[in-house]
């Protein structure tokens, strides 16, 4: 008896054609075009629908990282790659053997033979002349050294730092107790790309040096203005 009544209820709840949702029983509820929530459009594939909905975020928000980072890195690239190619410095030395230049009749440009580094290729060793690469403020200095040869022999060590023809720096040194001086300029200064920096022998000055080095003339650029 117990057995055909539980039949029974359960033939009408199967002729009620109950729904089941994620909700619970009763109507499946209509799709909400204003909602993300995937379980309402197709709740049998739920569990996917999320994976990949989730899979799509991360993967916009990698490829929208790694954009910029690679943004970043052609931004370094293109930075380190101006800094390599304006990188500018000289050092040279009047000569590796032994000897003089001067006294001249005339003023003449000094031209430093011994090269220890010409980053850039701004100095020239066949005219003496420094032709600025880029516009930026350069460090330069300037040794200047001399031997009478004898002691009592008068002499002087000298020197004159020009810009385009002009002179912005001299030094000098005249001796009165030894055979032997020298004198030293350091000096920074904003130069345009272009302008031709020398040094300068006056006429009654003369320069001696050999594998010491005693006479040089450097510069470098210390940070660019264009």
Not at 12 to 22: D, F, R
Not at 136 to 150: E, P
Not at 164 to 174: P, T, V, Y
């Amino acid at each position: 008896m117990r057995g055909i009544v539980f039949l029974c209820l359960l033939g009408c709840s199967l002729a009620q054609n109950v729904s089941y949702s994620w909700n619970g029983p009763g109507p499946t509820p209509k799709p909400d075009p204003n909602t993300d929530n995937a379980c309402l459009t197709d709740s049998a594939t739920c569990g996917c629908c999320l994976m990949q909905k989730q899979m799509w975020k991360l993967e916009t928000f990698f490829n929208m990282s790694l954009n910029e980072l690679q943004k970043g890195l052609e931004r370094a690239q293109g930075a380190l790659n101006t800094i390599r190619t304006s990188r500018s410095a000289f050092s040279v030395a009047l000569t590796d053997t032994r000897r003089c230049v001067g006294p001249n009749r005339d003023d003449v440009v000094v031209k430093y033979q011994s090269v220890f580094i010409n980053l850039g290729d701004g100095y020239n060793a066949a005219t003496g002349v420094f032709t600025v690469p880029r516009s930026g403020v350069y460090a330069l200095a300037l040794t200047v050294y001399s031997d009478a040869g004898a002691a009592g022999a008068l002499l002087a060590a000298c020197g004159r730092i020009r810009r385009n023809g002009r002179q912005i720096a001299s030094l000098s040194e005249m001796n009165t107790q030894d055979q032997e001086d020298s004198a030293t300029v350091v000096l920074a200064l904003q130069l345009q790309a272009g302008d031709k920096v020398d040094v300068i022998l006056p006429a009654p000055c003369y320069l001696c040096d050999d594998n010491s080095h005693y006479n040089t003339f450097s510069g470098f650029l210390l940070y660019a203005t264009d």
